[in-house]
């Protein structure tokens, strides 16, 4: 529904839609239904000379019937609702598919920076590209990002690709996206950081996989730049556990 | 000074005494019902400081980076510390006082038929600790650095570290005016406990209170027990801002999101504390204007007992993607959906309540249909957010701020004039004007929905909250989302300039309008079968009662409605 208003990028951007939509489909169901009743009942009991008030205690229990069933009805929109709610959590916050490539993403007032993978394809190797407030990502490639704050508490969020986590100092939180549209699309910081928090942005820049790799030879470490090219190999997996660690 | 004291003593004695001179009367009085006036006349000032900064940041949002008449130009700082201000004055300073600490004091004696509260003393303390928060508080935009930016809920590091917030005196006085403005409370609510436990008329057993009194004490009771946490996180708060301590700060092994935690534990069940005294006026007006016993009296006791306890097992869903185990959103995606169920019985019920009656649309009527309708939206779209699957994305975007507006707004605006307006002949003596009472009704909710509409558009669209300017986000800087913004922002000056409508008719009514009597509106609760106003003392004999609250339209009565304490 919000495809309109804002693309859809990654992967798991269209569970998080669809779970909206059924939301929306089932609340505003019992939205209009209650505000409908509502003035319904106002039209109809408005003040008539001579009609007198009826006496009811609301413990009657044909009358209690009306208050129960729509209860039992609330009961079962709520586990139609909890039950894909955890599932499209569960999948992008807790399931980690195996990652094809890692950055690392640092917050601090007011800027993002990252670290990603030289063209040996490894974190933490000589040839790795250190970036501020742009972070260039492989369509189509599942990333893990290991997200770390130098102060306070930031958020690390791109509405085209349905992701936000906070950043905290002291932890490194991971998760994970996999883009699935090559373009542009901003990085927000969410959680109020001081006095740039408006100004801390930065974009995520999706690119095809020659893109991507003509961008590492361009602006990976010059002293390295003969190396050859090689394809990234996927690295081991890492759970969210080790990661943590 | 101690002349004053002295007199003061001697008027608490309560033995004949001559007239008190003005001081006396109005700003040293133990009297409940002068004390109430103080705390609604102080909301209501600081309701107008609130209402102005949310002037200054929807003018800048409106109309981005242009000088704001009666303010100027909107730094990134200032925003900072507009917003937060706005937030906190309009929940602790605004709905707080006027909701619990007003009608509180106000009613509750006159409704339970006793002659003040339980500790007028303590009472009388209350609400000057209360002011002097209020002054600390507004003070703080003076001080060096100015007034604290880092958003109502000051997560630290940023609140501990003056290098962080840059307003290292603004955090502080921030701080300490929550904590004052908390023990003012937690005075007030243990005498609100108190008093109505037991200083009820004779012959009003647990299930004859009338039910805003119920959620009143409910509301103090979840104040209370909900409180002490925070407290606890706000002194250690201000060890690490003041004394250099680590309590929060993880190079020295401390941890930022033990503050959350506790925050979010008294913070959640705030919500309910200025909800329940809210839904509680709704209630005694719809039973009067439909001349309706409630449906299912008990039943909305219980339910309200319902939502006051799941309400404390629920505060983590704010925290979904703050960096908690990820297992846990589980768990509190569940026990937040749940409260669904008392809350939808509460609403099920007052919309019952109107079945079968005879509706006179006066202008708290108005106020209490509008709460209904309006507060439903607020509720449903609350759902969303409950959701952890699509909090991951909504999590403080505009879509959060329009949800939780369209929860408070009813709340502490749209309620408190329901009260206000139905309980200003028993306050003053005089009645409000009809016809200006509904002009400032429409006037009020139609820019109400107008302003917050285009939020949850712009929230699902990923607006983010607290962003000064939107000039860095190429996504967020469309001209259709600022169409959207500045729409918002125009509804909110029409809106604004409605509510001096309201401020003419509530001071000119108060020595104009028509004389009420005793029972204007022909209730059956206490508080009106005593003078209005009521005198020093209230009942000049103490009430005894009969029967439950809300007996209207009984069959074979001359009357249609039967006073709790009408012998027969």
Known sequence: MYERYITAASTYAHSIDHLFLLIAALVGFWLILAEVVLFALVIKYR?????????????????????????????????????????????????????????????????????????????????????????????????HFELMSRDVVHSFAIPSFRLKQDALPGRTITGWFRPNRVGTYDIQCTQMCGLGHALMAGRVIVETQQDHAAWLIRNANPSLASLPAAPAPVPENTTMAEARR | MSEQMQHAGHEQAGQDHAEPGFFLKYCWSTDHKIIAMQYLFTGMLMAVIGGFLAYVF?????????????????????????????????????????????FGNFLIPLMIGCDDMAFPRINRLSYQIFLLSAIVLLVSFAVKGGAFGGAWTAYPPLSSNGAYNLTPLGAVLWLLAVALEFVAFLLGGINFTVTVMNSRAPGMKMFDIPILIWMIVLATVIFMASAGPLIAGAVMLLFDQTLATGFYDPQRGGDPLLWQHLFWFFGHPEVYVVLLPAMGIVAEIIAVFARKKLFGYKSMLYSTWGVGILSFVVWAHHQFVAGIDPRMANVFTVTTLLISIPVAELVFLYIATLYGGSIRLDTPMLWALGFMAEFLIGGVTGIFLGSSGTDIYLHDTYFLVAHFHYTFVPIAIISVFAGITF????????????????IHFWGTVIPFNVIFIPLFITGAAGDQRRIYSYAQFAEQSRPALQHLRTTSTIALLVMLAFQLIFIFNFFWSMWNGKRAGDNPWRSTTLEWTVPSPPPHGNFAELPTVYRGPYEYGLPGRADDYWPQNAPN
């Open chain 1, 47 to 143: 003040e008539k000379e001579g009609r007198p008030t009826r006496h009811i205690t609301g413990e009657e229990k044909e009358l209690h019937r009306w208050i129960t069933i729509p209860h039992v009805l609330v009961i079962l929109c709520d586990i139609v609702i909890v039950v894909p709610a955890i599932l499209v959590w569960y999948n992008i916050k807790q399931a980690q598919p195996p990652a094809e490539q890692t950055v690392r993403v640092y917050a601090q007032q007011w800027a993002w920076s990252f670290q990603e993978p030289g063209p040996d394809g490894k974190l933490d190797t000589e040839d790795d590209i250190r970036t501020v407030g742009e972070l260039h990502v492989t369509v189509n490639a599942t990333y």
């Open chain 2, 423 to 438: 309980w200003f002949p028993k306050m003053f003596g005089r009645m409000m004007n009809e016809t200006l009472g509904k």
């Open chain 2, 58 to 102: 929807r003018m800048q949002l409106g109309f981005p980076n242009h000088s704001v008449p009666g303010f100027g130009l909107v730094t990134p700082g200032r925003y900072n510390a507009v917003v937060t201000m706005h937030g906190t004055i309009m929940i602790f300073w605004v709905a707080m006082p006027v909701l619990i600490a007003a």
